[in-house]
């Protein structure tokens, strides 16, 4: 069984910046694909960015040129740098992880074998 805990989350002015954790307990890390989705209140969760055990990187439209995915396996961590925030950014983050590759499917939810509880992120405009 494989634990994810996010960290990170915040409150920040429209234009700054934030940096989200996700470590993962319990599993070879390192073989898992990895992903962030953000869910705001009354709309759908949905993906927007994912990482795969050979580093291959995937990112939502809507945050693309402005948000970057890592991941360091020997700390067993995801990282989130969340740059140029937008009020429409504000949302529950939570970190996800698969035992499929990557591929066009990564925004589904149902693919995702593990989830952590989720960090808040407020982005004032």
């Known amino acids: 069984q494989v634990q994810l805990v996010e960290s990170g989350g915040g409150s920040v002015q429209a234009g700054g910046s934030l940096r989200l954790s996700c470590t993962a307990f319990?599993?070879?890390?390192?073989?898992?694909?990895m992903a962030w989705f953000r869910q705001a209140p009354g709309k759908e969760r949905e993906g927007v960015a994912a990482?795969?055990?050979?580093?291959?990187?995937i990112y939502a439209d809507s945050v693309k040129g402005r948000f970057t995915i890592s991941r360091d396996n020997a700390k067993n961590t995801m990282y989130l740098q969340m740059d140029s925030l937008k009020f429409e950014d504000t949302a529950m983050y939570y970190c996800?992880?698969?035992?499929?590759?990557?591929?066009?499917?990564?925004?589904?939810?149902?693919?995702?074998?593990?989830w952590g509880q989720g960090t808040q992120v407020t982005v004032s405009s």
């Open positions: 990482i795969d055990s050979d580093g291959s990187l």
């Open positions: 319990g599993y070879y890390y390192s073989d898992i694909l």
């Open positions: 996800a992880g698969s035992h499929s590759v990557l591929g066009s499917w990564w925004q589904g939810t149902g693919d995702y074998n593990y």
